[in-house]
């Protein structure tokens, strides 16, 4: 948490610097899904992970995006029932960006959440409980958009939630 919250603060004041570096996305998001795949549990929802292969190297900073993929799929894991399934996919998401998401069948987020859902420290409250530091969703905004790009999210209550990454296709560092 103490890391969250000091790259929170960069973030923030603009003192992070993107280390760019190419990367093969279907391979990044096999490296992030890996761990988790090995470690799924019967009562655990599955995994799995779709990318369109014809995707050009992409400059991002690698670290950066590892930790947003890693915090999404981690809450998708925590709010998805056994029975449940968690799907990351990527693709060409026009000529000039690329998407990824992270889409899950759990619970769902309530819809008064949905606006501040991406806010600092904000909770939401499901069944009376809170989960978390409120810093998590919000590290993921700032990291996206420090790359120049935007997320989203999509959900209804008691369906699952898909979470939208839309990231500028960078083909040459800057």
């Known amino acids: 948490m103490t890391e969250t919250m000091l790259d929170v603060a960069r973030l923030e004041t603009s003192r992070w610097r993107l280390h760019l570096e190419p ?16 470690a799924t549990r019967p009562d655990q929802a599955q995994i799995q992970h779709v990318v369109d292969v014809d995707l ?3 400059w991002v900073d690698q670290i950066l995006l590892q930790r947003v993929l890693i915090n999404l799929i981690s809450n998708a894991i925590r709010y998805t029932p056994a029975s449940g ?3 990351i996919r990527a693709w060409r998401h026009s000529v000039e960006e690329f998407a990824i998401s992270v889409e899950d069948s759990g619970q769902g987020i ?34 996206v958009e420090a790359h120049g790009g935007r997320i989203a999210v999509q959900s209804k209550p008691d369906e699952g939630s ?13």
Do not use: K, W
């Open 85 to 87: 399934v968690i799907q």
């Open 56 to 58: 050009p190297l992409i």
């Open 23 to 38: 990367i093969i996305l279907h391979e990044l998001i096999h490296r992030v899904c890996l761990p988790f795949e090995l």
């Open 162 to 174: 898909q979470f939208v990454i839309i990231l500028p296709m960078r083909i040459e560092p800057e």
């Open 110 to 143: 309530p819809p008064e959440a949905i606006p501040h859902i991406f806010e600092r420290f904000y909770q939401a409250s499901q069944h009376g409980q809170r989960r978390g530091n409120g810093l998590g969703l919000y590290f993921c905004r700032l990291a």
